[in-house]
């Protein structure tokens, strides 16, 4: 809890300070002056004054955004001496850049950590596909066990986490897509992937379950590595270094199978023969926990195998560049999650993808827990991606946010005069409104995860 803590706040806290900035620093470019800089609405638990305009920095107590407020005569009374350096006197091409500034301030700080990762690599699992099961879109598609991926649609793969992300793009579109493959014999082959059949329901579950496309795991042996505490395997008595003879009278002679056999008996009671350091055990009884993944009902019964390093270091792979090949690899990358994002967006406007799909502070928080704990490299790569969907949303065309405010200057340019001060009152209004539907139903979102696990 306390990491996850720690992990929201530093996220949360750079990606406003970064936006909020983005506006300050265009702003003191232009020649308008600021009043405060604040991260965090409401009460000030913290206030300085600095700098020449005597510029108030603020933290707030509600850490859930922030605000450069400039002089403008729309909201205050103002000096006769500042008139020239208030907001609204500006021409509207500077009050675009100054708007602007917020949201390209996050793409920024996202190019510039996917630049620092790409060059000092970035470790993942090579794109080595399981076999998929029977009658799947990957089978009818010709895919077999130990075809390494090597391009989606044209683009290179070198990971797996690569591949995913190209092949989810394409199915969002719900079209066919052509992958290169290196098969198991070393002959390189192309697989064409049918998704146009994907369902919205499909795309918001276990995408690639459905699809048919796994990466291919380790062998293991069916030793238990680590148990859940507080889970039924605990409970049973189960220790890590515990081997599973058979199930059911069933012999386990891998992992995967110890896994499959748990799996498909939710709730049903299984005769587990141990062997604990040479010596057997008395049969074991373990009923393995009903959970819904996928859309499916599993069981569980919370272990893990033991890991043998060795085999786990020759599925991975390190992808670095060098500075000036991992600047376009940033860029890239950017862009397609940018564009990705609003594709998802426009689709659930049109009610092709579920608003489930939106996320409220919670699952942000938790996310950012997640990926602290697993390392540096995927919690600065989920810093990246917040960024960009924070980037994202403030360019939307609502009132309240960048977006709305450049919507009114690109029709101030087409009209060739400000639109009125009623008509942006009750856009502020409608905006608001839209805001609040939308935090609704991503703070509904939250607790629904919460509660469902």
């Not at 002959?187 to 276990?206: C, F, H, K, Y």
């Not at 859940?228 to 009278?249: F, K, M, Q, T, Y």
């Not at 890991?307 to 670095?320: G, I, S, Y």
Request: charged share 20%.
């Amino acid at each position: 809890m306390l990491t996850t803590i720690v992990a929201f706040i530093v996220a949360l806290g750079t990606l406003i300070v970064v936006h909020e900035l983005g506006h300050y620093v265009v702003a003191r470019w232009c020649g308008v002056k600021v009043l405060r800089f604040s991260v965090g609405f409401g009460r000030p638990l913290v206030r300085r004054v600095y700098g020449a305009d005597r510029t108030e920095w603020v933290i707030g107590a509600i850490p859930l955004g922030g605000y450069v407020k400039m002089v403008d005569e729309r909201e205050d009374d103002v000096d006769p001496a500042d008139l020239p350096r208030a907001f609204n006197r500006q021409s509207v091409w500077k009050r675009i850049a100054i708007v602007a500034a917020g949201p390209i301030a996050n793409f920024l700080l996202a190019i510039v950590l996917y630049w620092g990762l790409f060059v000092h690599g970035i470790p993942g699992l090579k794109p080595v596909i399981a076999q998929p099961p029977p009658g799947s879109i990957a089978a009818a598609a010709g895919f077999q066990a130990g075809d390494t991926v090597r391009a989606v649609a044209g683009e290179a793969v070198l990971q797996w986490q690569d591949a995913r992300w190209l092949i989810l793009r394409h199915g969002v579109d719900r079209a066919a897509v052509s992958i290169e493959v290196i098969d198991a014999r070393g002959q390189p082959a192309v697989r064409q992937l049918d998704l146009s059949g994907i369902t919205a329901a499909q795309i918001e579950e276990n995408f690639l379950a459905y699809v048919g496309l796994a990466v291919a795991q380790p062998k293991f042996e069916p030793v238990v590595g680590r148990i859940v505490g507080g889970s039924i395997a605990e409970r049973a008595g189960l220790l890590p270094g515990d081997r599973v003879l058979s199930i059911d009278g069933r012999p386990i002679d891998d992992w995967d199978g110890l896994v499959k056999t748990i799996r498909s008996n939710p709730g049903k009671s299984l005769e587990v023969e141990i062997d604990r350091d040479g010596r057997a055990l008395p049969t074991v009884r373990l009923v393995p926990e009903a959970s819904e993944d996928g859309g499916q009902v599993i069981g569980k019964v919370g272990i893990g195998p033991k890991v043998d390093p060795a085999q786990v270091e020759r599925m991975m792979v390190d992808v670095r560049h060098g500075p000036i090949d991992s600047l376009g690899e940033a860029v890239a990358r950017t862009w397609s999650t940018s564009v990705l994002s609003l594709q998802m967006l426009g689709k659930m406007l049109l009610g092709e993808v579920s608003l489930k799909n939106l996320s409220g502070p919670i699952t942000i928080a938790d996310y950012a827990g997640q990926s602290a704990q697993v390392g540096w490299i995927a919690y600065l790569t989920f810093i990246a991606l917040i960024s960009i969907s924070l980037g994202v949303l403030n360019l939307l065309p609502i009132p309240m946010l960048d977006g709305g405010h450049l919507m009114y200057y690109a029709v101030e340019i087409v009209a060739r005069r400000p639109v009125s001060e009623r008509a942006m009152a009750i856009g502020q209004q409608v905006g608001m409104g839209m805001l609040f539907v939308l935090m609704a139903f991503a703070i509904f979102n939250d607790i629904h995860r919460l509660i469902g696990g």
